[in-house]
């Protein structure tokens, strides 16, 4: 549900960074682990 997520975000704005700074945390604690 990538889609809906896009959605909410581009309405928001401030939630398209919030997903991309979690995304990119939880990645990099994913990779670092």
């Known amino acids: 549900t ?3 997520q896009i959605t909410i ?3 928001t704005g401030v939630a ?3 997903i991309q700074i ?3 945390v939880f990645e990099a604690l ?3 682990t």
Request: hydrophobic share 35%.
């Open 2 to 4: 990538t889609d809906d």
């Open 9 to 11: 975000a581009d309405l």
């Open 16 to 18: 398209v960074q919030d």
């Open 22 to 24: 979690a995304k990119a």
């Open 30 to 32: 994913h990779k670092g």
